[in-house]
Nanobody, 124 residues
Framework: QVQLVESGGGLVQAGGSLRLSCAAS????????MGWFRQAPGKEREFVAA????????YYADSVKGHFTISRDNAKNMVYLQMNNLKPEDTAVYYC?????????????????WGQGTQVTVSS
């Protein structure tokens, strides 16, 4: 079992930056793939970025490549999402998630644990 708590969301103008944080507790942090998903109003939850189970590979959705960066601090059991050059279409609730699978899975229904989400709103 693992518990996830996100923070760092807020309101920002287009072109601005935010850094989301996810604090993980419970089972050994290093045994999970860790990632971020987002869900905009009226849309399905979608994959944003993730670390592989081994922690040595990162994955990004095409829509965020080049302006979002995922990072982790194993000593602190933290995962971060640095979001630069934000656009109004990045507006969503952002969720931190953990997955026990050894292979990368992009569908949100496969991931095992979820945080409560943090709202990111980008104004034009």
């Amino acid at each position: 079992q693992v518990q996830l708590v996100e923070s760092g969301g807020g309101l920002v103008q287009a072109g601005g930056s935010l850094r989301l944080s996810c604090a993980a507790s419970g089972r050994t942090f290093r045994t999970y793939a860790m990632g971020w998903f987002r869900q905009a109003p009226g849309k399905e939850r979608e994959f944003v970025a993730a670390f592989s189970w081994s922690g040595d590979t990162t994955y990004y959705a095409d829509s965020v490549k080049g302006h979002f960066t995922i990072s982790r601090d194993n000593a602190k059991n933290m995962v971060y999402l640095q979001m630069n050059n934000l656009k109004p279409e990045d507006t969503a609730v952002y969720y931190c998630a953990a997955d026990t699978s050894l292979t990368m899975r992009y569908g949100s229904r496969w991931w095992d644990y979820w945080g409560q989400g943090t709202q990111v709103t980008v104004s034009s």
